[in-house]
C-alpha cells in the first residue's frame, strides 16, 4: 500500500473526464453548490474510517460534506451519535456544528457520478486516494465500508484478493495487522425504504465496532 498523493483530491481534479463533465453540468445548473471532489470529514486521529460510495448529487455535492443533506445522511449521523462517535445536532448542512470524534467519513469516489453509479476507472482512479487517506490516520483500528464496491476497494488497497474476502452485511476481516473491516449494507433510502437495511441492523454494525474500539 503505497501512494505518492495526498489524501485528499484538489478542487479541480481532473483525473476522471465524465465525472468533471458532470460538475460542469452541476456548477451550470446549480452555480450555488458545492459541486467538486468531496473532501473526507471528521478526526485526524480516527480510529474508525467510515468509506461510503460517492457523493449524492443533492447532498454531499451540494453541500460539500460527505452524507451530509441527503436520506443516507440522516441514518448515518444519527447513528454516530448513538454510539459517540459525534456531537452536536446534525441538521443537514455542513455548518450545523457537528464534529466526529474517534471517526471519519469519506468516500471510495470522491465527486459525484451521474445516476450515483461510478464505473470501475473511476473507482480505480480515485482509490489513490482513498489508500493515501487510510494511510494518514496514525491510529487507525477500524474500517467500515458502506456496500460492497466500498468493501472492495478497501480491499485493493491492501492488494487482497476478493474472493477470499467476500462482502457480508455484518462482516468482519482482518486485513492488515490491527486493523479490521466490518460491513454493511448501504445506508441509502432504497436499502431503508425495501427493507434491505433497518436501522436495527445498521446499529448491531456499530455496536460490534464500538466494541472491537473498547476492548
Not at 42 to 47: E, H, L, Q
Not at 68 to 83: I, M, P, Q, R
Amino acid at each position: 500500500m503505497t501512494t505518492a498523493v495526498p489524501p485528499e483530491p484538489p478542487t479541480n481534479c481532473v483525473l476522471c473526464p465524465r465525472l468533471v463533465d458532470y460538475r460542469a453540468d452541476n456548477r451550470r445548473s446549480q452555480p450555488d453548490w458545492h459541486n467538486a471532489p468531496v473532501s473526507s470529514f471528521g478526526d485526524d486521529n480516527a480510529r474508525l474510517l467510515i468509506v461510503g460510495l460517492a457523493p449524492g448529487v443533492s447532498g454531499a455535492n451540494k453541500t460539500g460534506r460527505p452524507f451530509t443533506g441527503d436520506f443516507a445522511g440522516d441514518l448515518l449521523y444519527e447513528t454516530l451519535a448513538k454510539f459517540g462517535f459525534s456531537s452536536g445536532t446534525y441538521a443537514a448542512h455542513p455548518d450545523d456544528g457537528v464534529s466526529l470524534t474517534d471517526c471519519m467519513i469519506t468516500n471510495a469516489v470522491r465527486c459525484v457520478p451521474p445516476q450515483n453509479k461510478p464505473v470501475g476507472s473511476e473507482i480505480n482512479t480515485c482509490r489513490d486516494f482513498l489508500s493515501a487517506r487510510i494511510q494518514a490516520l496514525p491510529n487507525l483500528v477500524a474500517i467500515l465500508a458502506l456496500g460492497k464496491i466500498a468493501h472492495d476497494s478497501v480491499l485493493k488497497v491492501f492488494s487482497l484478493r476478493l474472493a477470499e474476502f467476500r462482502f457480508t452485511h455484518g462482516g468482519q476481516h482482518n486485513v492488515a495487522e490491527g486493523l479490521t473491516l466490518f460491513d454493511s449494507y448501504h445506508c441509502s433510502r432504497y436499502n431503508t425504504n425495501t427493507g434491505r437495511l433497518t436501522p436495527e441492523m445498521f446499529h448491531d454494525v456499530f455496536g460490534a465496532m464500538r466494541n472491537h474500539l473498547d476492548a
